[in-house]
């Protein structure tokens, strides 16, 4: 008989084996395999988020970056379909976002020179009235109604951190804020120039068996973002119009930039319009009375209302394939986690990283291709191409000499 080899286990090993799988039910021995590889996967995301809150000056730039890449990019390749220079299309474009900036501060900047003295002073009175009806209505003084609020301050000034920044805290200095806009641009600039070449570079760190489902998915997942900003804008649009509107019907003071205020704040879905729509109530209130208030208040449940049941689900659910809910649970989960940079990242994030899971999940790729190589291969032939046509014109203009 031949002795059984070092390497194959003994009977009784064997029989421990399989009594230990037998002993343990089918439901728990799923649960453990389940449970550790849950266990990995939450601390590599951990462990990602560590390392974006430790870079945070970087990363927020470089994703309102590609925000302004994905909504400026189809004003380039109009260029480049006709015909005309791409860097013609990248210079349309971003003068076209420094005009849109520009006349969106001016218009704030006037408009609040001129009547936020006003609204300062209306403030104070209207809160001396309030204080005045307190103490007539439920018998406390100004110096316990003051006490309390000072309290109330006291208590967000030592969480403001907490409540305004979370995680990815939003510049807080000057200097933050000049080299986070210096870096925006730049990142704008040089994606729009030479995105393509930057996303077949990265992908070129990859295997080559990976190359066609990361394209296939990275396609997807950019297609995602592109709408959803385009989507947004014409959602912020109808917000700032509508709450806009209603303030000028009113005569609340101020309505453009409240309009503005609104159209800025509505890229935060759900919760931008509803903070910056009170304030067109606060305004209301102070200036015109609480009647005036009310209905105003009313104009901007009923702006969202619509944005909610319309504007959201119809438009935007079929421009990023996200459930409402979705889009709830995901600015809720990134406010808590980032704060004000989570709440704006949230939803592209999610429509994208649903875009890609569902190209992978189609297999919408070719097999055995390889667009990096198909790439590299098509940049040769083009600076072939280039290289000959110049060798060409240099020996017309020889001859033409001669």
Not at 164 to 177: C, D, H, K, Y
Not at 302 to 316: S, T
């Amino acid at each position: 008989m031949t002795e059984p080899s070092p390497e194959s286990p003994s009977f009784d090993e064997a029989d421990d084996k399989k009594f230990a799988e037998t002993a343990l039910p089918l439901g728990v021995r799923v649960a453990a395999a389940w449970s550790w590889r849950l266990i990995v996967i939450g601390v590599a995301v951990a462990a990602l988020l560590w390392l974006i809150v430790q870079v945070r000056i970087l990363v927020v730039p470089v994703l309102v970056a590609v925000l302004l890449t994905a909504l400026l990019q189809p004003v380039v390749q109009f260029f480049v379909r006709r015909g005309w220079p791409h860097w013609l299309g990248v210079v349309t474009a971003l003068l076209a976002l420094f005009a849109a900036v520009a006349v969106l501060v001016t218009l704030i900047v006037t408009q609040l020179r001129q009547g936020l003295g006003d609204v300062v002073v209306r403030s104070t009175d209207a809160w001396n009235d309030f204080v005045h009806w307190l103490e007539t209505a439920f018998g406390l003084s100004a110096e316990q109604v003051n006490g309390f609020i000072d309290q109330v301050v006291t208590t967000i000034q030592n969480h403001q951190n907490e409540i305004w920044s979370g995680a990815l805290a939003v510049t807080t200095t000057a200097g933050q804020l000049v080299t986070g806009t210096l870096l925006t641009l730049f990142s704008l600039i040089f994606l729009l120039i030479d995105g393509k070449r930057i996303w077949y570079w990265v992908l070129g760190f990859l295997p080559a068996s990976a190359h066609a489902p990361v394209h296939t998915a990275g396609l997807a997942g950019w297609v995602s973002v592109g709408q959803y900003v385009r989507v947004q804008i014409f959602v912020a649009f109808v917000d700032a119009v509508g709450i806009g509107v209603g303030a000028a019907i009113l005569g609340v003071p101020l309505p453009i930039p409240i309009a503005i205020l609104v159209f800025l704040g509505s890229f935060i879905p759900f919760l931008g319009a509803i903070t910056t729509g009170a304030l067109a109530v606060f305004i209301a209130l102070v200036y015109n009375g609480p009647v005036n208030a009310l209905i105003m208040l009313g104009v901007v449940i009923l702006v969202n209302q619509i944005e909610g049941h319309v504007l959201q689900p119809l438009v935007m659910g079929n421009a990023v394939r996200v459930h409402p809910l979705g889009v709830v649970l995901a600015v809720s989960a990134g406010a808590l986690l980032a704060g004000i940079p989570g709440a704006l990242f949230a939803v592209p994030i999610a429509a994208s990283a649903s875009a890609m899971v569902n190209a992978l999940v189609a297999r919408k790729w070719v097999p055995g291709t390889d667009p990096v190589a198909k790439y590299l291969h098509d940049e040769k032939s083009h600076r072939e191409a280039r290289h000959r046509a110049r060798r060409a014109a240099r020996e017309n203009r020889r001859e033409g000499s001669a």
